[in-house]
């Protein structure tokens, strides 16, 4: 059930993204008079299908994308005989508008379905829009070693400023097993600390060991628990423990060294503060209070206007972090175990889709912009290669060659099929223990 769940939610998620993407592309060219050939979801062998005004609409053998065929695109022969509804009898404005538009449909379904999220209320960590102020220091960690300590605050990571603690996971998350240099501000100082970042899970995530002032928020509460016992509720947030301010690293710890021993934990209800006095019940050697505990979370909810504007900023915000991410991984900062193929993709498909229906709407956002950027690069083969060749030619004031027309698009199928087998073997290799090591014997 889990390979078939995997599967269905990989076609669902695939399939509305190729649809909005191929859409665009077949939507302008009907517009501007280009015949479409086919429509196909999918590659290689047609599998089933119905034509209709001239197109073939299809489903193909291999569901890692899809395409639309345009009558003469990629023949570039200038002897042969080119109809009114060719895609080479258009103009240069005309045929770059038929090639951006798949990206542009992706992004505009990323703007609206964050849209929808924020109309309908998103719960998200509080945070994570904070000012970087350190609370937490994991013992052992780089940023301990380095002599990093709470109350720094951080402002800028290998000199690019960041102003909330989204945007320093973001960079040192980015950066496993790399030397980071991290500017804070301690009272009146500011200090430039260089410190190496180790790499945890099996994405080889960036690994600092600072983290911000969380509270902890009771998220569920076992039947018959000494939390149930003692009034504590869902939504009650933790400030102290006898008097002490805890954070969500070592509120678990303080209950965990007190087995049956009586502790006032001070906490928010809805904007009351009250105290209640629990007693944790001896599990093994540790104290347990029977509760699922988590970040403090705050709820945003928009009405129409707003909630585009600000899926218009997040859409911004997400699509520089994505060109920052391709920057680094080219320079070497970021390490290729954090790229996801289909594989992948499937796999948080398939979580998304088990979540429930807002959390696969915010999935397919993510990955619908990130398809749009990635569309854009100037690869042959990909959107971008097209319109970066149609850029050449408008600066030049004449089409290429057909040879180097030909030679360009040789490179780029070259390319492709190498990006297409790297992404699937970089998936494949994370789930083996020894990394690509694990390869060598083959």
Same mark, same amino acid.
């Given at each position: 059930?889990?390979?078939? &769940? ?10 509305i ?23 196909? !979801?999918g ?27 345009l009558l ?6 200038k ?5 009114p509804?060719?895609?080479?009898a ?7 508008l038929?090639?951006?538009? /798949?990206?542009?449909?992706n ?11 924020n109309?309908?209320g ?15 220091i ?8 380095? /002599? ?30 790399r ?5 804070? =501000?301690r009272?009146?100082?500011?200090? @430039? ?5 180790? =790499? ?7 690994y600092? &060991?600072?983290r911000?002032k969380i509270?902890?928020?009771? *998220?569920?509460? #076992? ?12 939504g009650?947030?933790?400030l102290?423990?006898n &008097?002490?301010?805890?954070f ?5 710890? =303080?209950i965990?060294? #007190?087995p ?5 934990l001070?906490v928010?209800?809805?904007?009351q ?11 093994g050697?540790v ?5 699922l505990?988590?970040? =403090? ?7 129409f206007?707003?909630?585009f ?14 060109? #920052? !991410? ?10 290729t175990?954090?790229?996801g /193929? ?5 796999? !948080? ?5 088990k ?14 912009? @990130? ?10 083969v ?7 060749v ?18 360009? *698009? @040789?490179? &780029?199928f ?7 087998v ?9 789930r ?6 694990s390869?060598?014997?083959?």
């Amino acid at each position: 059930m889990t390979i078939l &769940g995997t599967i269905v939610a990989f076609l669902i998620v695939f399939g509305i993204l190729v649809f909005i993407h191929e859409f665009g592309h077949f939507f302008v060219a009907k517009l501007v008079g280009v015949r479409v050939e086919v429509f196909s !979801f999918g590659y290689g062998k047609r599998l089933i299908g119905f034509k209709k005004g001239g197109t073939d609409y299809r489903l193909s053998l291999i569901p890692m994308g899809g395409y639309v065929k345009l009558l003469g695109e990629g023949m570039f022969d200038k002897d042969r005989e080119i109809a009114p509804d060719d895609f080479m009898a258009k103009t240069r404005w005309e045929r770059f508008l038929i090639m951006v538009m /798949g990206s542009v449909m992706n992004i505009i379904l990323a703007i609206v379905l964050v849209a929808i999220l924020n109309m309908a209320g998103v719960t998200v960590p509080e945070y994570q829009n904070q000012t970087p102020v350190i609370g937490w220091i994991d013992p052992g960690s780089p940023a301990e070693k380095v /002599g990093l300590m709470v109350d720094d605050q951080i402002l800028k990571i290998n000199g690019r400023p960041v102003k909330t603690w989204h945007e320093v996971e973001i960079a040192v998350g980015s950066r496993p097993d790399r030397l980071i240099t991290v500017e804070i =501000k301690r009272g009146e100082e500011i200090l @430039q600390i260089p410190l190496k970042t180790d =790499k945890v899970t099996k994405y080889e995530m960036g690994y600092a &060991g600072f983290r911000a002032k969380i509270l902890t928020q009771i *998220m569920m509460i #076992n039947p018959g628990s000494p939390a149930e016992k003692a009034g504590l509720k869902p939504g009650d947030v933790i400030l102290a423990v006898n &008097g002490q301010p805890v954070f969500f690293y070592n509120f678990v710890k =303080k209950i965990e060294e #007190n087995p049956e021993k009586p502790l006032v934990l001070t906490v928010d209800r809805q904007g009351q503060q009250l105290e209640v006095t629990v007693i944790p019940r001896k599990e093994g050697n540790v104290g347990k209070i029977g509760i699922l505990q988590g970040p =403090k979370s705050i709820t945003k909810k928009y009405s129409f206007f707003p909630a585009f504007a600000q899926s218009f900023r997040e859409n911004a915000r997400n699509t520089f972090l994505v060109i #920052n !991410f391709l920057k680094d991984l080219v320079t070497g900062q970021a390490s290729t175990k954090q790229l996801g /193929g289909p594989i992948e993709i499937a796999s !948080f498909s398939y979580a998304a889709m088990k979540m429930g229906l807002l959390a696969m709407i915010s999935w397919i956002a993510i990955i619908s912009l @990130q398809l749009g950027i990635l569309n854009l690069l100037p690869i042959p083969v990909f959107d971008g290669g097209q319109i970066f060749v149609l850029m050449i030619e408008g600066i030049i004031r004449r089409d290429l060659s057909p040879k180097m027309r030909e030679i360009w *698009m @040789q490179i &780029g199928f070259v390319i492709f099929v190498f990006i297409i087998v790297f992404v699937i073997l970089n998936d494949i290799v994370k789930r083996l223990p020894s990394g690509w090591k694990s390869l060598i014997p083959f």
